[in-house]
């Protein structure tokens, strides 16, 4: 368990002597896209190209540089080629039945990213183009629900196109037919009074937010639940409390007895955002609480050996930057930063000299540099850090 990770030796917390804001905007260094075979490849967010667009798209919202925003609208175009044709992913997710679905690895993230770009651009065909394209997604009934390949990652894409386009953009009577499907899978494999709501992916009842329970509440939570569907999320949430490892990490799934992991996708990381989010929604002390010792558990365990958001210390930052915002305690934004200054001091020299891992994708979104170089452009302005395609 150990080598997973570098023992955190930063101090606790070293309060700051308040400085004015800065006065330049930040300038990232972006990779240079590869070649357009390489483009096709990959179109998602997650590992693909289009996880440079959303970066780019970040920067330009920081920077406000017309070139951010030009390439990721030329890296979009190509995506929503490459999502309309491409052969590598379709194979892959056919697999699943849920190649068009999802904000983070479908071709929702593509018409809803292309449709937020053509907005700032101002090209309203475009606009109008991306917006139709993604109404054309339809779900099919075997979906399964999670974040990553079903449901819940639709329902994300849809909140991303509100948030920009304003409330009834996708409509609520759509979107809240498929929080009830959710929900209504959710009670087949969940446990009245015990855990009311279970959800099965790949033969596997996970917890974590890429494939199980935090990242699909996560979602449930940004909607206006029904009063009995609001009180069996919160008991689902209730019951991984109670049944979170003595550490206070939490199982990747109901089997888990290893308690190895400490990543956004699997551990309390990701469990720790939805807390946030839950403790905002319900207002209760049990939940802050909670979130709070698991951020404890991302302090001690979470400075791990990948730079990425996704199983990488630049994700984990994203926890002290969500409970910063929830509390206002500069406390959890020194963690966030102390882990962001201990990727840009030790980053690139532990990956060089291989006692930290790139990523299997260096350059993506969710494994790579560029979910670093989103963390250092989202701590511009931290009280409005967003963990990328997942807090909105
Ligand atoms: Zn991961």
Known sequence: MANRYFPNLMPD??????????????????????????????????????GTAFLLLKAYQVSNNKNDLNLAAEIVKDCDTASSHSSFNWVLMDCM???????????????????????????????????AQFKKIKLSKDLPEELLYGRAGFLW???????????????????????????????????????????EMYGEKYWGAAHGLAGIIRVLLEYDLKPDQSEDVKGTLKYMIKNRFPSGNYPASEEDRGDALVHWCHGA??????????????????????????????WNRGLLKRVGICHGISGNAYVFLSLYRLTGNMEFLYRAKAFACFLLDRGH???????????????????????????????VEPVNARFPAYEL
């Open 97 to 131: 039945g849920s190649r068009d679905v999802t904000f983070i690895c479908g071709r929702a993230g593509v018409c809803a990213i292309g449709a937020v770009i053509a907005k700032h651009t101002g090209d309203n065909q475009m606009l109008n183009y991306y917006l």
């Open 269 to 298: 990381p990701g469990v720790a955002l939805t807390l946030v989010k839950a403790a905002e929604v319900y207002r209760e002390r049990e939940l802050l609480e909670a979130a709070i010792d698991a951020a404890e558990v991302v």
């Open 13 to 50: 917390f070293i309060a700051e002597t308040p400085q004015p804001p800065p006065t330049t905007a930040a300038e990232e260094e972006i990779a240079a896209p590869g070649t357009q075979e390489q483009w096709i490849q990959d179109y998602t967010p997650y590992t693909g190209v289009l």
């Open 349 to 379: 020299k532990l990956i060089a000299e291989g006692q930290m891992h790139a990523g299997d994708n260096p350059y993506s979104l969710f494994e790579g540099v560029g979910g670093m170089a989103y963390l250092f452009l989202d701590l």
């Open 157 to 199: 894409a849809c909140l991303f196109l509100n948030k920009h386009f304003g409330e009834g953009t996708i409509a609520t009577s759509y979107t809240d037919a498929v929080v009830d499907e959710i929900i209504n899978n959710g009670r087949k494999l969940g446990v009245k009074r015990r855990c009311p709501l279970m959800f």
